[in-house]
């Protein structure tokens, strides 16, 4: 079994940076891919960055492509999402997540592929 505890959250202006971690326990995150999911109020869970175990393969959603950097350190269980360039429709509760399957060598884009979440950390940028 794995938990998974999100921070980071916070209120930050337009054009400023946040640093989310989720550190996980129970279980080495080591064998697994790791996701990073947003849902802001009415919408659907959508998928906004992901890391395959070994942290060589990264993909992101097109929205957060070149503000949002996903990193791991595995020796600290401990997975980051570095947000930049934030605008107000970044706003969501941000989710990580880690991939059901061990090892895999591609980073899974749908919620149904995670089996463990965290409880989310709010993210509220202001115009």
């Known amino acids: 079994q794995v938990q998974l505890v999100e921070s980071g959250g916070g209120l930050v202006q337009a054009g400023g940076s946040l640093r989310l971690s989720c550190a996980a326990s129970?279980?080495?995150?080591?064998?697994?891919?790791m996701g990073w999911f947003r849902q802001a109020p009415g919408k659907d869970r959508e998928f906004v960055a992901g890391?395959?175990?070994?942290?060589?393969?990264?993909t992101y959603a097109d929205s957060v492509k070149g503000r949002f950097t996903i990193s791991r350190d595995n020796a600290k269980n401990t997975v980051y999402l570095q947000l930049n360039s934030l605008k107000p429709e970044d706003t969501a509760v941000y989710y990580c997540?880690?991939?059901?399957?061990?090892?895999?060598?591609?980073?899974?884009?749908?919620?149904?592929?995670?089996?463990?979440w965290g409880q989310g950390t709010q993210v509220t940028v202001s115009s």
């Open positions: 997540a880690a991939d059901s399957v061990e090892w895999r060598t591609v980073v899974p884009g749908v919620d149904d592929e995670y089996g463990y």
């Open positions: 129970g279980r080495t995150l080591r064998r697994y891919g």
């Open positions: 890391v395959t175990w070994s942290g060589g393969s990264t």
